[in-house]
């Protein structure tokens, strides 16, 4: 199995790019790089970009970018696992990149050698008087200014598919992913969604860098990074919601994952989402097994999750 490192950026075509810079930006996203028909965004942290928008006559998901240590492991990929040619990449920060196709037909592109940035200096995080415990003491709590937040980085994406058992195998088999929990329907053997993690030993990761969702089709459901806490998620959503962008989902918490978390929908119908504060487990964690009669979206909210998958 291939040794990932971390998700590095998404690439998405888009009918309306200047549309998609401006959602981006609003977003919490910056201009890194434009090329003739493409804009390169970077976060607040030491990536080189996140997100690649390319202009074309459709909207679609081109493929997440995964990277690893260095091009041994591209090549790896090459010989091992039937990945494309390496090629050298366009973007800010260099580097070289080969493709994976899964069983569902989805690209998946592995990167390394990308020079990074020089990250930003980030506000102060939150410090919270608890009922239990009151550590901020003759303080004023800092409050963000109302604008997009700063993003750290792309800490996950979900995606649909159609086999979830085929998808499963892939995952671990091929790119090393390790799974956190698992929904199933019926029977603790039939998986129908689960959250995957990168194995990185005895490193602290987040519970989840990928998550899958089978609903009879192929395709991206949304992207997300994460921001300093969740008064940065409730300041943004009101940021957005004055710039007039679509919402799909108030600032929530997941069960799983423990995450706040708040989407919203890009012009090219893609959902972007903004996190914090979520679980961190190592390889040791074992996977957890949950029945999907039993699952819930949002611990604050009583709205049903059709929504969030419309």
Request: contains cysteine.
């Amino acid at each position: 199995m291939l040794r990932l490192t971390g998700l590095h950026h998404v690439n998405f075509a888009v009918r309306d790019l200047g549309s998609s810079e401006r959602f981006a930006i609003d977003f919490g996203l910056q201009v890194a790089a434009r090329t003739e028909h493409s804009v390169f965004l970077r976060g607040a942290g030491n990536g080189a970009y996140l997100l690649r928008l390319e202009a074309s006559d459709r909207d679609a998901f081109l493929g997440a970018a995964w990277s690893v240590a260095d091009a041994n492991e591209l090549q790896r990929a090459v010989a091992e696992y039937g990945a494309t040619n390496l090629s050298e990449l366009a973007g800010p920060g260099g580097g070289h990149a080969v493709t994976l196709t899964d069983p569902e037909g989805l690209p998946w592109h592995l990167v390394a050698d990308i020079a990074p940035t020089i990250a930003q200096p980030l506000r102060e995080s939150l410090r919270i008087n608890t009922g239990a415990a009151k550590d901020r003491r003759g303080v004023t709590q800092l409050k963000p200014p109302l604008g997009p937040p700063q993003l750290l980085k792309l800490g996950h994406i979900g995606i649909f598919i159609q086999d979830f058992a085929r998808q499963s195998q892939w995952l671990q088999n091929v790119l090393g992913l390790l799974p956190s929990d698992v929904l199933y329907a019926g029977s603790p053997d039939h998986g129908i969604g689960g959250f995957f993690r990168l194995n990185r030993g005895a490193e602290w990761v987040d519970h989840h860098a990928l998550a899958v969702f089978a609903m009879g089709k192929a395709d991206c459901h949304h992207i997300s990074f994460e921001v300093q806490d969740s008064e940065a998620q409730f300041v943004a959503h009101r940021w957005l919601s004055k710039q007039g962008w679509e919402p799909v989902w108030g600032v929530g918490r997941h069960p799983l994952g423990s995450h706040v978390f708040d989407v919203w929908r890009a012009p090219c119908g893609y959902r972007f989402e903004t996190y914090s504060d979520t679980d961190l487990c190592t390889a040791a964690e074992p996977m957890h097994l949950h029945d999907v009669k039993h699952a819930q979206m949002d611990l604050w909210s009583n709205e049903q999750p059709d929504r969030y998958f419309k």
